[in-house]
Every structure is written in structure tokens, then in C-alpha cells.
């Protein structure tokens, strides 16, 4: 699969579900203790009017909850509709239609951090080290990058979520694989959590979590 054909179906996907996704994760971050206590350690160590970039913000609920934390914060998805809906509910807050591959609108070393909260499940394992390389590039160094994912080996495909004749495989990854990948791009990483699964939820697998400091200098 190309780099075209996977951002395509991603975007497809994304742009078919974009008001039943929004419905149904309305109050995600409500129902998860543990997520917010991350997100609001993660929003301390970069400090308050922190420059961040949530990379895949799909509807913008956890863009929101970092600006209400203090951090100066914009959001960007490959989903014009999923988009529509972020801008609608976080008027104050800019966000842009683009791939986290390119993250063409950030100079080099313009961010103090980037979140990706579970959207690079997306992006094949052999696109990894090229997505964390252009993470590094656009941190300042000592910038902070904040990853989720599902743990696990085999990707959970999500055939015509409802109703819509569309399909995606969702990835899962193991924290030492991701871990080590990220150390290959010039990170230092620094926390790194997994949680059970909540199943009254829905869940089937375990939650990780990595934080991940951008060392001064870049990778050879």
C-alpha cells in the first residue's frame, strides 16, 4: 500500500463516519480518569501556553481539553468532515486539513509539543520511523511528544461501522516496539504506561502511553 492509498482510506473512512463517531465519543474523555490525568501531566510538563500540535484531532475533543488546560493548541486531521465538526465545537481554536506525515505549517523546531492520541493506529509499521522523524523535526529540543495506542499484534478491521459502507483496519503496537522506534528517531522516552482494558467500556485490549522528549540533537 502506498502512502497515497492508506491516507485515502483513512480519510474515506473518517469522512463517512464523522457525525456517528462524533456522537458516539462525545463524552469520552469524561468516562476516563486515568486519559485526563495523562493528558493534564502531560499539559504540566509542557508548561502553560505550551505551542502544541494534536496530529489526527479528528472531532477535536482532546484538542479542546488541552487548550482548557492552558496550552496554546491547534488541531489537524486528514477528515475535511471530522474538521467541520472540531471547528463548530472549538471555535476558538485553529485547525487545518493535512497529513501528520507533512506537517508542512510547522517549521523546523516550532512546537514545544505534539500529541498523537491514538492516530497514528493508521499508519503502517513501515511508515513509523518516517512519522516519528517528522514529529522530531518540527519539536523544539526538549519538546515533548505524547503517543497512544492500543496494545496488541493483530489489527481490529471495522467493517461498515453504523451502516456506512466503509472499512478500516485499526493497528495495534507493542510499547517496546514503539518505544524503540521512537529512540531510532532521537527521542529520549520518559514515561511509559499501559492500562487493563475497561471492559464495561467495550474494550478488549490494553491502553499504552508514551512520553517521549525530543534529545538536542537529531538522529545521524
Not at 480519510?11 to 493534564?40: E, K, N
Not at 512546537?111 to 491514538?118: A, E, F, H
Not at 519539536?139 to 471495522?158: I, M, S, W, Y
Request: one cysteine or more; proline letters at 6%.
Amino acid at each position: 500500500m502506498t502512502d497515497a492509498d492508506f491516507l485515502t482510506a483513512t480519510r474515506t473512512f473518517y469522512d463517512a463516519v464523522a457525525d456517528d463517531y462524533a456522537d458516539h465519543f462525545r463524552d469520552v474523555l469524561a468516562a476516563l480518569p486515568l486519559d485526563r490525568a495523562v493528558l493534564g501531566a502531560y499539559a504540566e510538563l509542557v508548561g502553560e501556553g505550551a505551542k502544541v500540535a494534536d496530529v489526527g484531532c479528528g472531532p477535536g475533543r482532546v484538542t479542546g481539553f488541552l487548550a482548557s488546560l492552558g496550552l496554546s493548541v491547534s488541531g489537524l486531521d486528514l477528515s475535511e468532515s471530522m474538521l467541520a465538526i472540531a471547528r463548530r465545537e472549538n471555535p476558538g481554536i485553529r485547525f487545518e486539513q493535512g497529513s501528520m506525515l507533512k506537517l508542512t505549517g510547522h517549521p523546523d523546531g516550532s512546537l514545544d509539543g505534539v500529541v498523537s492520541y491514538y492516530s497514528s493506529i493508521h499508519t503502517p509499521v513501515e511508515e513509523l520511523p518516517a512519522l516519528f522523524a517528522e514529529f522530531h523535526r518540527v519539536l523544539a529540543p526538549g519538546g515533548h511528544l505524547l503517543l497512544a495506542f492500543q496494545v496488541g499484534d493483530e489489527p481490529r478491521r471495522h467493517d461498515r461501522p453504523w451502516g456506512h459502507p466503509v472499512a478500516l483496519d485499526f493497528l495495534r503496537r507493542r510499547p517496546d516496539r514503539m518505544a524503540g522506534l521512537l529512540t531510532t528517531a532521537g527521542f529520549d522516552v520518559r514515561v511509559r504506561m499501559e492500562r487493563e482494558p475497561d471492559q464495561e467500556r467495550g474494550e478488549n485490549v490494553s491502553q499504552a502511553c508514551l512520553i517521549a522528549r525530543r534529545t538536542a540533537q537529531a538522529p545521524s
